[in-house]
DNA sequence: GGCGCCCCGTGACACCTGTCACGCGCACGA
DNA sequence: TCGTGCGCGTGACAGGTGTCACGGGGCGCC
């Protein structure tokens, strides 16, 4: 057990990365031991430099965030994970905390708070953003199936019917029929409205 | 003429601001003397606190880093803009420097080049990304027309012809015109596609 | 003055989309 | 066991969409 705090910092944006590593560098208590730029390279430099908390950016290549915390979780369980994240969207502090992050900032908040949710998580404490708390519960639950969140995240790069059925493999009309379930739930009425709604909403 | 670069942090996320502070805050010859939330407060905080070069997010609430260093430009001639951001659309390159900023600097980009750029900046040089450079040449100028930016704009956030129609003032023959115009010229089949696409390229 | 380009509008047409109804299979809980 | 919900598919239909052709007007340029 080590006085200092180590922490793992992982950023798409090295401009970002080595920003918010100098800023951790003026806590005696904090040290920056490992900084990577894709999700599936936080495991191995959080074993390989034997990380106590793992601050993890979602947008990013490849394995997102959320998706690097659960791996996190599953493969090193002694390690914390801290979720820091551009959109404050709702869909994500909830998927976070399902993939096992100990705590959630969005880049909004101060830069002084970022080293006591370190601290925080590191103690074994939950840090979720407050403006956000109240949010999610206002939220609710993803109202979308598995198969309408699938053929929603194609659509969302356009393309016509055809192509999405081609992409996920279905029928035509059965991706016609997702998408309208997806229209009506999202409280739009084209299928490209109602993929930014879901998006906003972390819905996707 | 003092010894240091005094710089102001534009960047509507808090955290993002605070890290990049920190960071230029390592380099003994440049020194932070203001940092702002939102793009219509820069040239007010650059005029309060003698900035030398102002550090420019494009994506910021309101006034944008682009809009922001054409009000610097007019409003505080002897002011050297920067511009960072995350995306490195040619687009938003050359709209930038026809703004009036010195540089344009990527979020990928390595830590240690930004106190470089800004030194740079501040001696009167211009600082491009290097990749984004040569990408710049390739893509050429904007295709689309005015209109069909506006049309297309307004179609990013989805919608029907009838409801951009009205948003935009003409009528929703000219509307699909408009936008059957732009799907040829960015190579897409959709208007989804084609907004999504001439944003990429920050033809918008 | 012609010429080209852009903006704006209309009309017509094939095609795509969104919606609804209906069916089948499967898993789950009452 | 039955009902329910979900996934998957088909068919049909009104309406929206993308394309084309055709006008007219304004503006800059040779």
Same mark, same amino acid.
């Given at each position: 057990m080590s006085a200092t705090i180590k922490v793992l910092l992982a950023d798409d944006q090295a401009?970002? &990365?080595g920003a918010l590593a100098a800023?951790?560098?003026?806590?005696?208590?904090l040290e920056v031991v490992a900084e990577v730029g894709r999700g599936d390279e936080v495991v191995d430099a959080a074993r390989a430099s034997a990380a106590d908390v793992c601050l993890l950016d979602i947008e990013m290549p490849g394995v997102d965030g959320i998706a690097a915390a659960a791996a996190v &979780?599953?493969?090193l369980p002694g390690v914390r994970t801290l979720v820091?994240?551009?959109f404050g969207r709702p869909g994500y502090l909830r998927r976070a905390l399902e993939a096992g992050?100990?705590?959630f900032v969005v880049k909004d908040t101060p830069a002084r708070q970022l080293a006591e949710a370190v601290r925080r998580v590191h103690a074994g404490l939950r840090v979720v953003d407050p403006s956000l708390a109240t949010e999610s519960l206002v939220d609710g639950a993803n109202p979308l199936t598995e198969r309408e969140r699938e053929v929603l995240g194609v659509a969302l790069r356009g393309g016509t019917v055809a192509a999405i059925a081609g992409v996920v493999h279905l029928s035509p009309g059965t991706v016609r029929n997702h998408l309208s379930s997806a229209i009506g739930?999202?409280?739009t009425s084209t299928r490209a409205e109602a993929a930014r709604v879901a998006q906003e909403r972390g819905w996707l």
């Amino acid at each position: 057990m080590s006085a200092t705090i180590k922490v793992l910092l992982a950023d798409d944006q090295a401009l970002v &990365r080595g920003a918010l590593a100098a800023l951790l560098a003026l806590e005696p208590d904090l040290e920056v031991v490992a900084e990577v730029g894709r999700g599936d390279e936080v495991v191995d430099a959080a074993r390989a430099s034997a990380a106590d908390v793992c601050l993890l950016d979602i947008e990013m290549p490849g394995v997102d965030g959320i998706a690097a915390a659960a791996a996190v &979780r599953d493969a090193l369980p002694g390690v914390r994970t801290l979720v820091v994240t551009t959109f404050g969207r709702p869909g994500y502090l909830r998927r976070a905390l399902e993939a096992g992050a100990s705590g959630f900032v969005v880049k909004d908040t101060p830069a002084r708070q970022l080293a006591e949710a370190v601290r925080r998580v590191h103690a074994g404490l939950r840090v979720v953003d407050p403006s956000l708390a109240t949010e999610s519960l206002v939220d609710g639950a993803n109202p979308l199936t598995e198969r309408e969140r699938e053929v929603l995240g194609v659509a969302l790069r356009g393309g016509t019917v055809a192509a999405i059925a081609g992409v996920v493999h279905l029928s035509p009309g059965t991706v016609r029929n997702h998408l309208s379930s997806a229209i009506g739930k999202t409280g739009t009425s084209t299928r490209a409205e109602a993929a930014r709604v879901a998006q906003e909403r972390g819905w996707l």
